[in-house]
């Protein structure tokens, strides 16, 4: 209910037919850039631990 809620305020009760196809485009390229970020995970996990081991001092 209460996530039902946020959409109303944040989008409207009641969409333009564009607004709801960009709306949904969004939603879609959001789950695409969700599962690309799954998939190189590891990828990521290794840049960010050599990046954080050439790290000597923080201010």
Known sequence: MKARLEIMRNIGPCQNPFGSF???????????????????????KEDF???????????
Not at 27 to 42: A, F, L, P, Q, T
């Open 22 to 44: 960009l709306l949904i485009q969004g939603v879609n390229k959001e789950m695409i850039r969700v599962s690309v970020g799954y998939e190189h995970i590891d990828d990521i």
């Open 49 to 59: 631990t050599i990046a954080f081991e050439k790290i000597k001092e923080i201010n």
